[in-house]
């Protein structure tokens, strides 16, 4: 069974913490994605990794920073979070022609 | 610029019934092309997919046609179930591409 676990399903910062969310994954495949879903806009990419230490803007990525030290893992960075920053945050990986596997998810709240 | 979209929002469709969810794509360069189901605070899970070379593909309850020349694709769910009642995304990639785009989402209740 494939498995995408995210560090944390819930978690509150403060307005200006900076904030690691972590994302691993246990089929050794390359890529690895960042999304985050808000009402009325669905999925929209922050940052993608292709392999080991390569990643790639996505569509939104101001005010997020991205790591991948080891292939299994993929860390999405706050830098300095802000209240625009409340969101779902969905962490996926997909083989060279598979699917995508998404995490369960973590709600950040930032207040 | 939005290149996968998903302009009904929301469907309500009674149980036994069809679900008809609809997806369009503005990239021809798009060959595959999936759907996700989503539960609130929940991971979205994979649904079924199909390839540029088909235009249809079954799974069970779960038919995906895809037009090719109208770039429009659709997911059928026969019979419906409460159970089905969630988020569904349409999704789509390129071959040589690493990247997935997704549409905006179409919440469907299917009532009892």
């Known amino acids: 069974d494939v498995k995408v676990t995210q560090s944390s399903r819930y978690l509150v910062k403060r307005t200006g913490e900076k904030v690691f969310l972590e994302c691993v994954q246990d089929m050794d495949h390359e890529n690895m994605f960042w999304y985050r879903q808000d009402p009325g806009l669905g999925l929209r990419l922050i940052y993608f990794s292709y392999d080991v230490k390569m990643k790639e803007k996505g569509d939104i990525p101001e005010g997020y920073s991205v790591s991948r030290e080891k292939k299994e893992r993929f860390s999405l960075i706050l830098e300095s979070a802000s209240t625009n920053q409340t969101s779902m945050y969905l962490c996926a990986m997909s083989g060279l022609n598979t699917e995508a596997f998404f995490g369960q998810g973590t709600r950040l709240t930032v207040v | 610029d939005q290149q996968v979209k998903q302009n009904s929002p929301s469907l309500s469709v009674q149980e036994g019934r069809i679900s008809i969810l609809n997806c369009d794509y503005t990239?021809?360069?798009?060959?595959?092309f999936l759907w996700y189901k989503k539960y609130p605070a929940e991971g979205p899970t994979f649904l079924i997919s199909?390839?540029?070379?088909?235009d249809k593909n079954e799974d069970g309850r779960f038919t995906v046609f895809l037009n090719k020349s109208a770039k429009h694709l659709s997911l059928h769910i026969v019979p419906s179930q409460p159970g089905d009642s969630a988020v569904y995304f349409c999704a789509a990639r390129w071959n040589t591409g690493n990247q997935f785009y997704f549409g905006t989402g179409t919440s469907l209740t299917v009532i009892p």
């Open positions: 199909i390839s540029s070379i088909k």
């Open positions: 990239n021809s360069m798009f060959d595959y």
